[in-house]
């Protein structure tokens, strides 16, 4: 008997639920988190476990911290009406929907029917590690916020994706859009000489946010070497903020 087609409107999803955006542009952001399953990437210091489930977890109310389980795949409907609820008993407390992973770009072809829905309900920013760039374009007119990491090999154990990242940074360019990178003690300057000189070659507009990795719910590197970091970075490119996740010195999801 063959298997029933998943429909193209439902999704593997990991978790949804209401918190601080604690990392880029719009850190400090109360925000509707929707994570996607999956990812292509296998990075050194991620938190996450992004492998598809047999359920999704949905808070029950926002901020509740209390979850209920709900089967993979899941409706855009059944998302819909739960965001279009929280909405309506709080107006005013999201400030937007934040699609996140692992890589919600693998699921590309599906965000093309969930992104015009959703956005009738919050505005949409994008959570992205950069390497999609075929899968970006098309969603583009509907994001109003791209938050774009770029995979330095010193703290993801992998090659850095450069052509890659140029590939979807020249796409990305045309949003709103700011560059993440997370860097540790032993990031050497090289790296932020070519993460600098990418961008401002394609996007001098741009901010790049230096992201300082953190354990056990403190910084993991120096602040003598993180200043030296941004003076590399500063060199080519002269936006440039420092901001560790904020999220985890609160204590939030």
Known sequence: MPVPAIPSTDAQLLEIFSSIQGEGGLVGCRQVFIRLAGCNLDCAYCDTDFAPQDTCRIEDAPGSGQFRSV??????????DILGAWT?????MHHSISLTGGEPLLQGQLLRDWVPVLKEILPIHLETNGTCPDALAPLLPHL?????????????GMPTPWKLHRAFLE???????WVKA??????????MHDLG???????????IFLQP?????????????????????????????VVPQT???LGLL
């Open 247 to 249: 999220h985890v010195f």
């Open 171 to 177: 796409i990305a360019a045309q949003a709103h859009v």
């Open 144 to 156: 109003e916020w791209v938050s774009m990491d770029v995979k330095l090999a010193s703290t993801t």
């Open 71 to 80: 089967t993979n795949p899941v409706a855009l409907e059944v998302v819909a």
């Open 182 to 191: 997370v860097v540790c003690e032993s990031t050497p300057a090289e790296e």
């Open 197 to 207: 000189r990418l961008v401002h070659q394609i996007a001098p507009h741009v901010t």
């Open 88 to 92: 309506k008993r709080a107006p005013g």
């Open 213 to 241: 990795a953190t354990r056990q719910g403190k910084v993991d590197m120096s602040a003598e070497r993180l200043l030296a970091l941004q003076t590399a970075l500063s060199r080519h490119h002269g936006k440039v903020r």
